[in-house]
């Protein structure tokens, strides 16, 4: 029995050794296997495909369904008279409260659509940017109205996913215009801030609190 429990106890070892050597040497060969193990993990996740990968033929279809939305929003209907087009986008946004909201909608589907293309992130952040814009002026009572009708952010989007589809390059420029756009935004902001100060400190002199 003893001899019998040394052999086991023998192999036991002998195997437990090959395991550890075994296990030694595929450290050696990937000696990071837990960020190869992540790396595929994120990959599998990703809801979006590699640009690369896409077929070129649905990459066209993509975008004359984008070009066709636009064309809706923005120009669908011609203005009599005159050969300045207007889309659906500006007429909903007359009907009180729910009109904006179909808009604003088939607006973000364009820029879902737009990051499927693979177009830069600063790309995306620019036509993020120039929605923004649109929802802000256009929600003012009738000007916001005329402002959808000449802004047509959907068709400066389409064209900007189109451009950079081709040429990615182009984000660089995405990225100094939102540069120049936040300064913009900021310096208007100090001047209205400043504006607003010196017209209340006018009102409260007026009425002789000052």
């Known amino acids: 029995m003893e001899g019998s429990f040394r052999v086991e106890r023998q192999c036991s070892l002998q195997e437990c050794s090959l395991s550890s050597d075994t296990g030694r040497r595929e450290t050696e060969d990937d000696p990071h296997p837990l960020s190869r193990v992540s790396e595929q993990s994120s990959g599998e996740s990703s809801w979006l495909p590699p640009a690369e990968n896409l077929d070129e033929a649905e990459v066209r279809e993509t975008l004359d369904r984008l070009h066709g939305l636009s064309h809706l929003l923005d120009n669908a209907v011609r203005v009599p008279g005159t050969n300045y087009r207007i889309g659906l986008d500006p007429l909903l946004g007359l009907l009180p409260v729910v009109g904006d909201a179909p808009g604003a909608v088939l607006a973000a589907y364009i820029v879902v659509e737009a990051a499927y293309l693979g177009v830069p992130r600063e790309t995306l952040l620019r036509m993020l940017f120039n929605l923004v814009v649109d929802a802000t002026v256009g929600s003012l009572p009738v ?42 935004l900021f310096g208007f902001l100090l001047a209205l801030g400043a504006a607003s100060t010196l017209f209340a400190v006018w009102v409260l002199g007026e009425i002789g609190l000052m």
Do not use: Q
Request: hydrophobic share 50%; net charge positive; charged share 30%.
């Open 143 to 184: 000007v916001g109205d005329v402002f959808d009708a000449v802004w047509k952010a959907n068709a400066r989007n389409v064209r900007l996913a189109e451009a950079r589809r081709v040429d990615p390059e182009g984000g660089a420029a995405d990225r100094r215009f939102l540069l120049v756009a936040t300064g913009c």
